[in-house]
């Protein structure tokens, strides 16, 4: 009796400590175990009581799926069909939980490839066949999924080192993987129309810089050169500039052997002077192909310098003696005779 009486005390103090101070409360617990006498003492927790707290720790024992016994379940009446309803249907593509699912297959089956073919000689990248691959735009249109630029640069770099592998031992399969990621239209396929010289014996080019645009017809001469009606020297009044316009004839030694008529329009007078350079070099080229790599390095090389004329002046003479005509760049009178070339500046 005198045990329920104590515990029925305890509780209502217990729930009456909570709004009272922390000295009060312990002034409370000493009160309450000085009431009880000849029991054990022991810890009052002043805390409300927890249900888990009555719940045991201890877990059950973990039971795994028996295995599945292919002979046993096959046999018998219908056991072929309750295996079917236990299978669980494995995805065809390994990133079937991927985000990006296409993209995933198609970085894993270009590695895959890549990996395969990776004994096969290479040949550098400068050789390697000029391919134009497709944006990071058509790709993603063409997948529907928004590809990260860095994952894409990825996929890219694989690609390049596929196209390295020399043309003649390149797989089929590889040059069919490679097919999906090329544009419609390769920088080969294009080819432009051959020049022709018409009856009149004119070479056409066509040439543009920034604003400027420039046309050029060149004929077999003595190396005269007309543009917009007015000579050389006249139309461009800076030796750089009338350097410019006929720096595919300087550079191939054939300014006394064609003569340059030009029409330029638009931009300034630079612009329109290295436009003119452009037009020059692709009508050289239809009067004589074999001067593409000249054209390309661009370096003129010039002999028998003369120290009173200088380099960036000197012009080819023609083989008769004594011929006394005006340099068309810089407008010097030369006459060569007897062995000596004489320069005279212009009156």
């Known amino acids: 009796m005198a045990h329920r009486e104590f515990s029925r005390g305890v509780r209502r103090a217990v729930d009456s400590l909570g709004n009272l101070p922390r000295s009060q409360c312990e002034r409370t617990i000493r009160i309450a175990r000085r009431s009880f006498h000849g029991s054990a003492s022991r810890c009052v927790s002043t805390t409300t009581v927890r249900s888990a707290e009555f719940t045991s720790d201890t877990q059950?024992?973990?039971?795994?799926?028996?295995?599945?016994?292919?002979g046993k379940a096959s046999g018998g009446k219908g056991g072929g069909k309750r295996l079917l309803q236990t299978l669980r249907v494995v995805p065809a593509s390994p990133s079937y939980f991927s985000a990006k699912p296409t993209f995933t297959d198609d970085y894993i089956s270009l590695t895959a490839l890549l990996r395969r073919v990776a004994t096969l000689p290479i040949i550098p990248t400068s050789e390697a066949p000029k391919v134009a691959w497709k944006t990071i735009d058509q790709y993603r249109i063409m997948t529907n999924e928004p590809v990260k630029t860095q994952r894409f640069h990825k996929m890219l770099h694989v690609l390049r080192r596929l196209n390295c592998?020399?043309?003649?031992?390149?797989?089929?399969?590889?040059?069919?993987?490679?097919?999906?990621?090329?544009?419609?239209?390769q920088p080969g396929d294009i080819k432009p129309a051959p020049g022709v010289i018409d009856e009149w014996g004119r070479a056409k080019g066509?040439?543009?810089?920034?604003?400027?645009?420039?046309?050029?017809w060149l004929v077999e001469g003595e190396g005269?050169?007309?543009?917009?009606g007015k000579s050389l020297a006249q139309f461009f009044g800076r030796?750089?500039?009338r350097e410019s316009a006929v720096w595919a004839l300087k550079a191939t030694h054939r300014l006394d052997k064609y003569n340059v008529f030009g029409l330029v329009t638009g931009g300034g007078v630079t612009g329109q002077a290295e436009a003119l350079t452009l037009a020059v070099a692709k009508a050289l080229l239809v009067h004589e192909p074999a001067l593409k790599p000249a054209l390309r390095r661009g370096e003129s090389v010039t002999a028998n310098l003369l120290p009173f004329h200088p380099p960036s002046r000197l012009v080819s003479f023609p083989s008769e003696p004594h011929v006394r005509r005006p340099c068309?760049?810089?407008s010097c009178r030369l006459t060569r005779g007897g062995g000596r070339i004489v320069v005279t500046s212009p009156a």
């Open 60 to 70: 059950e024992k973990f039971t795994a799926a028996p295995p599945i016994d292919f």
């Open 239 to 241: 030796l750089h500039d």
């Open 206 to 216: 066509v040439g543009r810089r920034k604003t400027s645009s420039a046309v050029a």
């Open 328 to 330: 068309f760049i810089c």
């Open 165 to 185: 592998i020399h043309p003649t031992l390149m797989p089929p399969e590889v040059m069919q993987a490679m097919q999906r990621y090329k544009k419609d239209v």
């Open 224 to 228: 005269e050169a007309l543009i917009n």
